[in-house]
């Protein structure tokens, strides 16, 4: 059973699923553009740490 579509709750079409319409496709694509939508990663910490190159030039 379907849902809808996620941004407007409209029934899907095969089209363009998960969504309605190129018109709701698109703006779902645009919040990523522009950074509303976010995939969760590592804390600032972890980030921290890993900024570090992998290896020196001396382990060449």
Do not use: H
């Amino acid at each position: 059973m379907s849902k809808g579509c996620p941004i407007c709750s409209k029934p899907t079409n095969p089209a363009f699923k998960p969504f309605c319409s190129k018109r709701c496709a698109d703006v779902d694509l645009q919040r990523w553009l522009v950074g509303s939508y976010a995939v969760p990663g590592a804390g600032r910490e972890d980030e921290e740490e890993g900024a570090s190159a992998p290896f020196s030039r001396d382990e060449e």
